[in-house]
């Protein structure tokens, strides 16, 4: 497996090669199990391209939650200042990667400056058709070229698909891409279709862990429980994917629970979780939404859990680091 981790949220990848996380014993056996398990499964119950066509997912199922604190002038203030950022700086069709996050804060129905949709407009201008077995789904690309100016889509894998299922896109939009009418779901079999990971032979449609939560989230969104499908030739699980997370998770995290338990401080030098994008936040993030979602079993839940507490010791310290840093490096 090729390790290429992208460090920040508001940069370019930048290339490192770290050596490969293995899982903790008891988290790699449950995956090797999970593992047989889907190989021994029947064959009709394996979405493949010859038989995609018949899977089924909801029309809509939107995670939306109440605001969890009533606002006061200072929380409102906040809000409208970050909106109009973010409608200045986000909602823009030159900056894939920045209207996706814009998605994210301000909905699916946002439009453009001209009046134009967002949404329909992203999949006419940047979404790809992709061939398999001589029938066409719909893909993002990591970038896009034009007149000689390198456009940042996706650098992560399923990004969109993270971020519009996120958002209540439902299975059934219609979309246009290439000319071509298409389904949101059309995007979403893609990513079934691309995704695969088998750790114990270095197999993975990914680049590293630090790719994965975007499309585990993505796909765990609307999948059923029982969701498997064959990519690479290898049969793959939401379950296994799940847990494989999961041992990635608990592993890079050792340093800071102990730090914990010791009431101890510690430095951010890229080690353990501070190697993955946001500090981690997105490889938690998307943990504990497909694990919410009924995949990965008891020990991802444990493993989901132990992070409340750690992230809850974490930010007061990396904020005094990065205080410290501000008064060092005006």
């Not at 630090?210 to 989230?217: A, E, G, K």
């Amino acid at each position: 497996m090729l390790f290429l981790l992208f460090f920040g949220c508001n940069s370019d990848p930048s290339p490192v090669h770290p050596s490969v996380p293995q899982s903790p014993e008891s988290e790699t056996q449950s995956l090797q199990t999970k593992q047989v398990t889907s190989t021994s499964t029947p064959r009709e119950t394996v979405y493949s391209t010859k038989n995609l066509a018949s899977l089924s997912l909801p029309v809509t199922k939107e995670y939306r939650f109440d605001t969890p604190i009533a606002f006061n002038d200072m929380h409102t203030a906040s809000k409208n200042a970050l909106k109009g950022m973010i409608k200045q700086h986000g909602i823009l069709m030159d900056n894939p990667w920045a209207l996706l996050h814009a998605f994210l804060a301000l909905g699916p129905e946002i439009q453009l400056p001209t009046g134009e949709k967002a949404l329909d407009r992203l999949f006419q201008e940047y979404a790809i058709l992709q061939k398999h077995d001589n029938q066409q789904f719909v893909d993002f690309p990591m970038q896009k070229e034009v007149d000689g100016t390198r456009i940042l889509i996706e650098p992560h894998t399923d990004l969109a698909l993270k971020v519009l299922t996120e958002i209540g896109v439902p299975a059934d939009y219609p979309v246009t891409v290439q000319g071509q009418q298409k389904q949101f779901l059309d995007l979403y079999k893609n990513s079934l279709l691309q995704t695969h990971l088998e750790p114990q032979k270095n197999l993975s449609s990914f680049q590293s862990p630090n790719d994965i939560p975007w499309s585990l989230q993505g796909l765990s969104a609307m999948a059923p429980t029982d969701l498997r499908w064959e990519s690479n030739r290898l049969q793959m699980d939401l379950h296994s994917l799940t847990v494989f997370t999961a041992a990635v998770v608990h592993q890079e995290t050792r340093f800071l629970a102990q730090a914990y338990q010791n009431q101890a401080g510690f430095e951010k030098k890229k080690q353990g979780i501070f190697k993955y994008t946001c500090g981690g936040a997105h490889l938690i993030q998307g943990l504990a939404y497909a694990n919410a979602r009924g995949f990965g079993g008891e020990k991802s839940t444990a493993v989901v859990q132990e992070q409340i507490p750690l992230l809850y010791y974490r930010f007061p310290i990396e904020l005094q680091i990065y205080d410290a840093l501000m008064q060092k490096y005006p």
